[in-house]
């Protein structure tokens, strides 16, 4: 249960909040880099942490994001048109580069410099794997570059997806934190999904249904532990790292890649998931990234040419009961992806969490928020960077492993949960 | 049958269709049992027990895996302490209070209480203090902030 001031601190992300100033202290996915492939690639309409904003990249290959809007009289560079080092707005001709400095005004005469004073807000916007990031701090305070192993590794290894998810971000974010739902709403998928089946941890998943947890703190955030039991005089661990502001990574099963997702408020009612897989020293065969084009593993199919899933909330998701009752899909829902974001947006565009009723089990989401608001008052009061921008918080990895009985998670697999290039992931 | 109406499909997750909720009170935890294990944290679950609680009820050690009031010397039956508890949060800084620890969470087994260890990372015995707490608390948090302990039972609407 949080009270709803907590509610309302934890979940408002638009420019004068808390929490809002909180991300802007770190690189978000704001893109793909698929939908700007190329020099004067058409403009995309961003929306990011409440900012309407628009994305380009000119003649010379430079990536920009500035203010939807025209400074001129408002109307939106999405109709603009790309070409000759800059954006040029549609209605007027205005001309703007990546900076987001007007460079051109043609009404004004040959001479003047009437331009050199216009200037969209605009912010970095850089290419750091499949995904392009954007900053929407200060820029004193603008932290290193991306470091999660995912967008490192070389292409061959990696995929990343994206899909809108209609609700805010936290709610998403604590779906990726809690393991115990795993065990119900993805159980079918442990016996079926290509990128899932056939590890032996699923057989420790799918018979212990009461897993105990383990929630420690890390500089960056926090790994949950889920134990299961294991052969005798041992445990079955899932190790989930998450670093703040919201990204998490799944456990691996067996040698499938490792996946994982980044949440990114739209607004207060939207987000967006970049669901990324990986694996640390193979490439993804050509059966793993058609399986995860297809919306297999937690990937989405995506209605084509948006990133809107096919099964969606105007659908009711494709619900299908015989798949309920069946126990293909347990909650009647295709894929995993899909299964957490009907349930997720169920909930409604910003869950009411003063009518919660939480359990020790849920103690990773607890302890979550507990983190997010500390640092987001810190922040707002002090000014103290909040954790997860360093590149050592950002270099964690998952692990799957089973250990004797005695063994603490957190001493024992300080090795597994830390990127260690070229070499394999902990999975059982 | 196709739903027909708003209400009658998922696009009823909207913040209008919110207003429709039940609003009834959420009723809160039938009972939280938090038991300070060793002195440190016999301290930290002082400061915590002053806070207002609904039905939370809180415990010293005693030493001997025996536990008493927080005021008050004579010891409790664990076992009457728990009737009617939703869980028992077993409070920890060090190993020193293993007997303890064993005491509740065997009567936690015994009549299916559910339990959470919280170790407060005070120093060297901190992770000594999870081993201790593995095989009695089905969920354990181990954390350097002391106020975590009142989120949770906030959390459970202790």
């Known amino acids: 249960m949080l009270t709803s001031e907590l509610n309302e601190l934890l979940t408002r992300t638009g420019p004068d909040t808390a929490m809002g100033q909180l991300f802007r202290r770190y690189w978000l996915p704001a893109l793909l880099a698929e939908e700007l492939p190329e020099p004067d690639s058409p403009p995309v309409r961003v929306k990011l942490l409440s900012e309407r904003l628009i994305a380009f990249r000119d003649s010379h290959g430079r990536y920009g994001l500035m203010d939807e809007f025209c400074a001129h009289r408002g109307a939106s560079l999405w109709f603009g048109r790309v070409a000759e080092g800059g954006l040029r707005c549609a209605y007027h001709g205005w001309k703007y580069d990546v900076t987001g400095q007007c460079v051109e005004v043609p009404s004004e005469p040959d001479n003047s410099s009437f331009c050199s004073n216009v200037k969209l807000r605009s912010y970095p916007l850089v290419r750091v794997g499949d995904i392009l990031w954007a900053y929407l701090g200060e820029p004193e305070n603008q932290p290193p570059l991306p470091e999660f192993e995912f967008v490192h590794v070389p292409a061959e290894q990696t ?3 994206k899909r809108w998810q209609e609700s805010n971000w936290l709610q998403a974010l604590e779906g990726g934190i809690d393991s115990s739902h795993v065990s119900w709403l993805h ?6 999904d290509p990128l899932f089946k056939g590890a032996k941890g699923n057989q420790y998943n799918l018979s212990d249904f009461k897993p105990f947890f383990e929630v420690a703190e890390s500089p960056g955030g926090l790994f949950v532990g889920a134990r299961r ?11 989930t790292p998450w670093v ?12 499938h890649p490792v996946h994982g997702h980044f949440w990114v408020p739209i607004d207060d009612e939207n987000c967006w998931v970049y669901t990324f897989d990986y694996h640390p020293v193979r490439a993804l065969t050509a059966q793993e990234r058609q399986a995860m084009m297809d919306g297999f593993g937690v990937h989405s199919e995506n209605i084509p040419g948006t990133y809107r899933p096919v099964q969606n909330k105007d659908n009711d998701y494709l619900m299908d009961r015989a798949t309920q009752r069946s126990g293909e899909n347990f909650s009647g829902v295709r894929g995993i992806a899909i299964q957490d974001a009907s349930l997720q947006e169920s909930m409604g565009p910003i869950v009411d969490r003063s009518k919660e009723r939480l359990v020790p089990a849920d103690s990773g989401i607890i302890k979550a928020r507990q983190k997010l608001r500390r640092a987001a008052v810190a922040l707002r009061d002090h000014g103290t960077p909040p954790p997860g921008t360093e590149p050592e918080h950002q270099r964690v990895r998952s692990a799957a492993v089973v250990l004797p009985r005695h063994e603490s998670f957190i001493e024992s697999c300080r090795d597994a949960v830390s990127v260690r290039p070229g070499v394999r992931q902990s999975s059982v | 049958m196709r739903p027909v109406l708003l209400n009658s499909c998922a696009r009823a997750a909207t913040a209008a269709e919110a207003r429709f909720r039940i609003d009834a009170p959420i009723v809160p935890s039938r009972g939280a049992r938090v038991f300070a294990l060793d002195g440190p944290a016999e301290e930290i679950v002082r400061r915590i027990a002053a806070r207002p609680w609904a039905t939370a009820r809180f415990f010293g050690h005693a030493g001997d895996g025996r536990v008493r009031p927080l005021v008050g010397v004579s010891t409790v039956d664990i076992s009457a302490e728990l009737d009617g508890a939703d869980v028992a949060v077993l409070v920890a800084t060090s190993p020193d209070g293993a007997r ?59």
């Open chain 1, 229 to 239: 039991n294991a052969e005798d005089g041992h445990y079955y661990w899932r190790i």
């Open chain 2, 100 to 158: 303890a620890a064993a005491a509740v969470g065997e009567h936690c087994r015994a009549r299916g209480t559910m339990t959470a260890g919280l170790v407060v990372d005070g120093g060297a015995g901190a992770l000594d203090a999870v081993a201790m707490l593995r095989p009695y608390a089905r969920v354990l948090l181990l954390t350097g902030d002391e106020d975590d302990i009142a989120a949770v039972l906030t959390a459970l609407r202790a």
């Open chain 1, 187 to 192: 159980s079918g998928q442990l016996k079926t």
């Open chain 1, 159 to 161: 995929f990343t997806s």
């Open chain 1, 244 to 255: 703040m502001p919201s990204f998490t990574v799944v456990p691996p099963r067996g040698d």
